[in-house]
């Protein structure tokens, strides 16, 4: 019998579980296709190369964070959880209605729409194409993860392992092959190192940033891993780990392949390289193995996303029916729906790189404020059990913030529109808060509270 995490959701992710769906979630699109858009911000191999390491460790130090924090608060619902129990309800609400308008949704658009420009070397397609085969991807996998968790996951587990397959092929190939040129990777270009390359690297490093982006997912579903405290550090932990590796070395390989100017000018790094590598039906090839990637990417978006609005719903900080469970497949249906509709209206509405921008701010500025919780709970609730606590503390959340806020700061001066869309959404968020939900809020706490004194 699984054990229940209450609300009606059941433990039953084991760590190998959510490694998977860590590293199926952040191996999306983005490896794929941004490191034409990196190029073009910064046309240097090596500093590129730097920043995508810059990208890992800073990614590495907010796993660190995460880690301690979802292992003392191993609740479904996540950031959610975190921002409620240390701010209270408007932030958290805030988060919840730009997890479901902006974040989540806008993540699934920008996976799925990599999905699509793939399959669109395989099959010629249009813009509107595009975007259709998006939406067609969504529904279908909106549909499995609606019918059961445990379906869900090993469809991931599958596509995870076939998926680092693949790709370690691919870089085995690269290192070794003739046709790679390791000249390239000294090769000029770039202007120098200036502030103005450091303005271009940190618009850079946003979509390197989205590219990681996943390793803090699983904290949504930590309500459904079974022995939370051990489990989810340790698959945050090597997940990302393994991923900083295979994003490095997969970029020395596209790098050694593709000259700088031709990776500039694509949005297809990927199969530019193996087409270099293989021919023309070797690239074909590896487009399919990349769909295959990018799917469980998408997948693993999927999965996690409800959580949110399905533990909102549950606690009365949203509708209550997005908080209903399955009677018969136990997942949060109603929350699943609601994603999938969304993203798809996403999908129609921006291109790549617009969602890209617009995911990816909103998704730090709540890194940043859930580590300013982490300092909240240390101190707050200094004496409660940490199955895992952060490495190197207070420095490396201390050092997270300040990365994070610069980054954030220069993505809002160079990418006003697109950054500026998601502070936009929080403050329509304030205004909808007093309007609709908090009564219905209030009365959800008063009514915890009776039943704890009860």
């Not at 669109?120 to 975007?131: A, D, H, N, R």
């Not at 029916?321 to 129609?348: E, S, Y």
Request: glycine fraction near 12%; include cysteine.
């Amino acid at each position: 019998m699984d054990e229940s995490s209450g609300g009606g959701l059941r433990r039953q992710l084991s760590w190998i579980d959510a490694t998977a769906i860590i590293i199926g979630t952040i191996i999306g699109s983005g490896i794929f296709i941004t490191p034409g858009v990196v190029a073009r911000n910064i046309p240097s191999p090596g500093l590129i190369l730097l920043t995508w390491i810059v990208g890992g460790l800073l990614c590495l130090m907010g796993a660190l964070i995460f880690a301690e924090l979802t292992s003392f608060m191993p609740a479904t619902g996540g950031i959610y959880i975190f921002l409620k129990e240390a701010f209270g309800p408007l932030m958290s609400f805030i988060f919840g209605w730009l997890f479901l308008l902006v974040i989540k949704p806008g993540a699934i658009a920008t996976i799925t729409t990599g999905v699509a420009i793939y399959f669109g070397e395989l099959v010629p397609l249009s813009p509107l194409g595009i975007k259709l085969v998006a939406i067609v991807v969504i529904i279908l996998l909106s549909s499995i993860h609606y019918r059961g968790v445990r379906l869900g996951s090993n469809i991931q587990n599958f596509l995870t392992a076939l998926k680092v397959l693949l790709i370690s092929g691919l870089i085995v190939l690269g290192l070794t092959s003739g046709a790679s040129d390791w000249s390239l990777l000294t090769s000029g270009g770039g202007g120098g190192f200036n502030l103005g390359m450091l303005s271009a690297m940190g618009i850079a490093l946003a979509a390197i940033l989205w590219t990681y982006d996943g390793w803090a997912d699983i904290c949504y579903m930590a309500g459904e891993v079974k022995d939370p405290g051990r489990s989810i550090p340790r698959a945050i932990l090597l997940s990302t780990v393994a991923v900083i590796v295979i994003y490095i070395a997969v970029n020395i390989v596209f790098i050694i392949t593709v000259p700088m100017d031709q990776m500039m000018a694509s949005d297809r790094v990927a199969a530019d390289s193996a087409r270099i590598l293989l021919g023309p039906g070797g690239a074909t090839l590896v487009t399919i193995a990349i769909l295959i990637s990018i799917t469980g990417g998408a997948n693993g978006s999927i999965m996690l996303g409800p959580r949110v609005f399905y533990q909102m719903g549950a606690d009365g900080y949203f509708f209550r029916w997005t908080g209903r469970v399955h009677p018969k497949f136990r997942t949060p249906a109603n929350a699943v729906v609601v994603q999938g509709v969304w993203a798809a209206v996403l999908v129609m509405g921006f291109d790549f790189e617009k969602l890209l921008n617009y995911f990816i701010f909103t998704t730090w500025l709540f890194f940043v404020l859930s580590t300013v919780a982490l300092f909240v709970f240390r101190k707050r609730l200094p004496d409660k059990p940490r199955p895992y606590s952060t490495p190197g503390y207070p420095w490396v959340p201390l050092a997270f913030i300040l990365v994070a806020v610069v980054m954030l700061g220069n993505s809002l001066i160079q990418k006003p529109l697109e950054s500026g869309l998601g502070l936009v959404f929080a403050a329509l968020g304030v205004p909808v808060y007093h309007l609709f939900f908090r009564k219905r809020i209030a009365a959800a706490e008063t009514e915890e509270k009776d039943r704890e004194l009860s």
